[in-house]
């Protein structure tokens, strides 16, 4: 799966996810991150899907919108912390 417009969150359990925007322009978060390739600009997740990151990681409002309305929908609006740890597991691309 490709995955563009993309950043790396993470829940207050630990989890990371990408979230972006997959190749019919649609925004996706993925389940939990197992593996991070910066190299290849892989990553595996949870679910045994394994995403291909297209371009540098960005700041999108569309990828905070996309975060926003899946954690919201996910832990029906009772949340927990999150926070952006894109540069942490990528570093300076």
């Known amino acids: 799966m490709f995955l563009s417009r993309w950043r790396i ?48 990681p960005g700041f999108f409002w569309s990828v905070i919108d996309t975060w926003d309305s899946w954690f919201h929908t996910i832990t029906h609006g009772t949340g927990g912390a999150t926070k952006d740890v894109t540069e942490e597991v990528c570093g300076k691309l």
């Open 9 to 56: 969150f993470q829940t207050d359990d630990g989890q990371k996810r990408l979230v972006g925007f997959d190749s019919f322009e649609r925004g996706c978060v993925s389940s939990a991150l197992v593996d991070f390739d910066q190299k290849a600009m892989q990553a595996q997740t949870s679910d045994g899907l394994t995403y291909r990151l297209l371009g540098e």
